[in-house]
């Protein structure tokens, strides 16, 4: 099976951009949110058609979501975090502890607004960069590799 996802994370009161993609996401099998803009991205989950993977970050304030989830796509087992517990700005040894702890190969993050895709001894980190400043990402995989493409919000 192919998956397509869109990954967006901090959307920051940035809603505006969020409602620009919601065609693209639509077109997708799944959304994953890696956190920040929470009540944001419910305020459109009507209008929003595929199943969502979601997290608080840590500007979600007043939420009972999860901090991190599990999703399996094919072959393969994804974390979904912010990141802001994991300490990413520093480094991503946190992450690579917690993917290994929850047996995953794709780990899905957000917190640090600045897109990141990389492959470190078996295990693929995606970034997408921060929603309120018009970075997204397109992930797209056969179940067992994934590739990812950084996506710019273009204003109309």
Known sequence: MSYKLIVISD???????????????NESDYLIFCGDGLRELMLFRDEIKVPIVCVKGNGDYNT???ENACVVLGQSRALVVHG??????RDISLLMDAARIHNCQL???????????????????INPGA?????????TGDGQTFVSKQCIVHAP
Do not use: M, W
């Open 131 to 139: 929603l309120c400043e018009g970075s997204y990402a397109t992930v």
């Open 84 to 89: 802001h517990r994991q300490n990413v700005r």
């Open 64 to 66: 009972h979501a999860t």
């Open 107 to 125: 780990v899905f993050f957000g917190h640090t607004h600045v897109y990141y895709d990389y492959v470190l001894k078996g295990i693929h980190f």
């Open 11 to 25: 959307i920051h009161y940035g809603s505006d951009n969020l409602v620009r993609i919601i065609p693209l996401i």
